[in-house]
């Protein structure tokens, strides 16, 4: 059987008329809308507006919008990668994705550039679908010795529970995901799986894009505000956290979507397994302290103060929901330090978050960053 997690492309170059696919994903669960890429400046707004999101994918998207840049002007890397690089601070997947073009393309004849950095662009997609597939075969592994030591304490009939936070699933990656994709792995192994999703406010990414993408795929999942996590771990309805993230640190302190933080806090407190799922280009091999060191997106005030959905006749519409000129506050991210994280997911096995496991993780990496030009 193949999983939507896997058939399901999030982004594809379309070599007919060549234009770069992506899925709009602001119109979702709404609409399911594919979008055609033709300039720098096409890949920079989808960046930008959140069209596509999603730390791994944000730099698959980067990449190819270095070759839609290329093939209209092949003098244009550097400012590509500079215009691309400011879309979004946080996630360390677009830095990466954008020296590997570059590293690689600056070797190259000008005239060459066009066709190298499309021929990048797709190995990296594909590099990509295939580390979330391992992440997938990794993540299994622990959600199997889970739910079978959870069988030994409650029977047979029992089913995995797991909470995860924001939207880690196909959407933002080229296929699978990376929290999601050992989901989808124990989907097909037959293990019974059931999801707690958080909605993710402001821009609800759990409700709008995670719970869509499990419900395709048939996954049993709950929509969850996202202050009840707390709440379903100290009445034991949480067997195992699965978040992914947009930068981790070589010290194992994992950078996700706001709120992670106190999902980690409260799995802690209840001894439940808090793992994050994440490619080698997620990990910031030059920085340590992700508190102190990792920059923190901060976003518009009206995410916070308005909320998007359909109205009763089924138009797409802002609602406001606080009184008019009230102070806002709207960190994208934020830190959670390596002491609270279980394990670290990656494709190439599951490290334990400390200075020797991501070192471990680095020897054993041929794409690992160097930290050059951190
Ligand atoms: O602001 P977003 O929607 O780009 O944030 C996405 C997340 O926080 C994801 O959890 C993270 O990028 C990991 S995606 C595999």
């Keep these: 059987m193949q999983a939507v997690a896997e058939k399901q492309r999030t982004l594809w170059f379309d070599y007919e008329d060549g234009s770069l696919k992506v899925i709009d994903q602001t119109l979702l669960p709404f609409q399911f809308k594919v979008l055609a890429l033709n300039t720098l400046a096409d890949a920079v707004d989808a960046i930008v507006t959140m069209k596509v999101r999603g730390a791994p994918l944000i730099g ?12 209209s002007d092949m003098h244009s890397l550097n400012t590509a990668c500079e215009q691309l690089v400011k879309t979004r601070p946080t996630a360390v997947n677009l830095r990466w994705a954008l020296e590997r073009m570059r590293c690689a393309l600056e ?4 005239q060459q550039r066009p066709l190298h950095a499309l021929l990048l662009a797709q190995h990296l997609l594909d590099e990509d679908v295939a580390a979330c597939s391992a992440i997938g075969n990794y993540g299994l592994l622990l959600l199997q010795d889970i739910f079978q ?16 936070h924001c939207n880690a699933g196909w959407l933002a990656t080229g296929a699978w995901g990376t929290a999601l994709a050992p989901v989808y792995k124990a989907q097909l192994a037959g293990l019974p799986v059931h999801v707690w999703v958080d909605e993710t406010r402001p821009r609800n990414q759990g409700a709008s894009l995670t719970a869509w993408e499990l419900g395709r795929s048939q996954v049993p ?12 771990m100290q009445h034991g309805l949480v067997d195992v956290c699965l978040v992914g993230s947009d930068r981790t640190t070589s010290a194992g302190d994992v950078c996700n979507k706001i709120g992670t933080y106190l999902k980690a806090l409260a799995a802690y ?8 799922a994440l490619p080698v280009s997620t990990v910031d091999f030059a920085s340590v302290d992700g508190v102190r060191e990792i920059p923190i997106e901060e976003r518009a005030a009206a995410e916070v103060t ?3 959905g359909l109205d009763q006749t089924g138009v797409l519409r802002q609602v406001q929901v606080s009184a008019p000129g009230t102070a806002v ?14 394990g670290i997911i990656t ?8 200075v020797a496991g991501l070192l471990r993780l680095r020897e054993l990496s041929p794409v690992a960053s160097s930290g050059a030009g951190h």
């Excluded at 698959?60 to 093939?71: P, Q």
């Excluded at 999942?221 to 379903?232: C, F, I, K, R």
């Excluded at 506050?329 to 002491?339: K, L």
């Design 60 to 71: 698959i998207t980067a990449a190819f919008g270095v070759y839609l840049s290329l093939r």
């Design 107 to 110: 070797p190259v004849s000008e």
């Design 149 to 164: 030591r959870k069988q030994a304490r409650h029977g047979i009939d029992t089913v995995l529970n797991v909470l995860t």
């Design 221 to 232: 999942h709950t929509l969850v505000v996202d202050n009840a996590g707390g709440h379903l």
């Design 269 to 276: 407190d209840n001894q439940i397994p808090f793992y994050a």
């Design 306 to 308: 308005h909320l998007q």
């Design 329 to 342: 506050s709207n960190f994208g991210f934020d830190v959670t330090p390596s002491r609270l994280v279980s």
């Design 347 to 354: 494709e190439l096995g599951v490290f334990p978050a400390t």
